[in-house]
Structure formats: C-alpha cells, structure tokens
C-alpha cells in the first residue's frame, strides 16, 4: 500500500527535485529524451522522474547533477516560485 500512496500523492520532495531537474534542463536546452538518453535509461522511466510521479534513486540524481553540473544538493533545494526582485 506504500508504493500505491506514493504513486497516488508524490512526496514534496519528489516534485522539487522534479521541477529542478526540469528547470535546469530547460535551462540548459536539454529534453527529457536528451536526459534518458545520457543516462541510459529508458525514456518511460525517466518520464515518470521528470513529471515527479516517481522520485530519482540517489545514484541516478547523482549521475543527474553530473550531467548538469550542478550539485545533487542544487535539485533538492525547495525554489521560491515569486522571488523577490533583485534590487
């Protein structure tokens, strides 16, 4: 019943890295198809990590950072949606 719940109510934490994952992505011109395809996984798996659905395994949000160049600690930082402007 615990993997049900999960896929029924994504924990927090899966949907920040999600949203990171796919910022950073965006940001750097990078699709979900790019993204499985540098790290030899299947596109449907990817897909379910990209949309929050599933969370990434520590080793794959490792290989994640690397490909991105960001730190793994980076992806799972919460975002402020409206941040101030700088001033």
Same mark, same amino acid.
């Given at each position: 019943t615990v993997k049900y719940l999960e896929r029924q109510h994504p924990s927090a934490? @899966?949907?920040t890295v999600a949203a990171n994952v796919r910022a950073e992505c965006a940001r750097q011109g990078w699709s979900a198809t790019? +993204?499985?395809? =540098?790290?030899?996984? %299947? #596109? %449907? @798996?990817?897909?379910?990590?990209? #949309?929050? =659905?599933?969370?990434w395994q520590l080793e794959? +949000?490792?290989?994640v950072s690397r490909?991105?160049?960001?730190?793994? @600690?980076f992806l799972c930082a919460a975002r402020d949606s409206n941040p101030e402007p700088a001033s």
């Open positions: 934490l @899966a949907q790019d +993204l499985s395809r =540098e790290l030899h996984m %299947a #596109r %449907a @798996a990817v897909g379910k990590r990209w #949309r929050g =659905e599933q969370q794959d +949000l490792e290989r490909l991105l160049g960001v730190t793994p @600690a």
